[in-house]
């Protein structure tokens, strides 16, 4: 669904009123396809694998048969352009996860996703969508190790920084990004490796 403005908003007309020409724009519908497996190697290590495809249909486009602009790239709130649902776009891609869970003072989680996202406005040429980087990947490693002493528990995190009282650790990979953070109450690290993408 569009946001409320995109429909509420007003634009002067040919004949100098203001009219409301999104009031009756309708919802952007799809179908979506997804099948995926799922195992457990260990009761705390996990894997799932899911592909998945997604048909979109009646997308808001502006009403111009020259205008590649569709609702799908959208990052406004709204737009004073005039719109009609007869756009369209996919999705479809495949996605992995490798988890293990906390225990025996540590956790990760490995994702990756190969993925492909187009559109068709009302010029009926197809086109990659603002958010089509093709591929994301994420790593997320945590440490934790805890002792009991009498009636005292102790927790105590270690990183190759230095000696913190938490350590998270998350690498992003996306198209043009490459992050590597961990987190920590006595340290912070953040590296940026940014390409230019249009």
């Avoid at 959208?74 to 649902?85: F, G, K, M, P, S």
């Amino acid at each position: 669904m569009e946001s409320l403005p995109t429909f509420f908003v007003q634009t002067q007309g040919e004949n100098g009123a203001m009219q409301q020409s999104n009031y009756w724009l309708g919802f952007p519908k799809s179908r979506q396809y997804v099948i995926g497996y799922q195992n457990f190697f260990t009761p705390n290590l996990m894997m799932k694998v899911e592909a998945y495809y997604q048909d979109l249909y009646d997308i808001a486009v502006e009403n111009d048969p020259n205008s590649s602009f569709s609702m799908l790239n959208a990052v406004a709130w709204y737009t004073e352009r005039e719109l009609v649902n007869k756009g369209s776009g996919y999705n479809y891609g495949l996605e992995l996860t490798l988890e293990r869970y906390f225990a025996d003072t540590y956790y990760f989680m490995l994702t990756g996703s190969l993925y492909n996202s187009k559109y068709k406005a009302l010029d009926n040429i197809e086109r990659d969508t603002r958010f089509n980087g093709n591929y994301v990947g994420n790593f997320l490693f945590g440490n934790h190790s805890v002792q009991v002493s009498g009636n005292c528990i102790q927790s105590s995190f270690k990183s190759f920084l230095t000696d913190v009282d938490q350590l998270d650790f998350k690498i992003i990979l996306s198209k043009g990004m490459c992050n590597a953070v961990p987190h920590g109450s006595g340290s912070y690290y953040r590296y940026i490796l940014h390409e230019n993408i249009i």
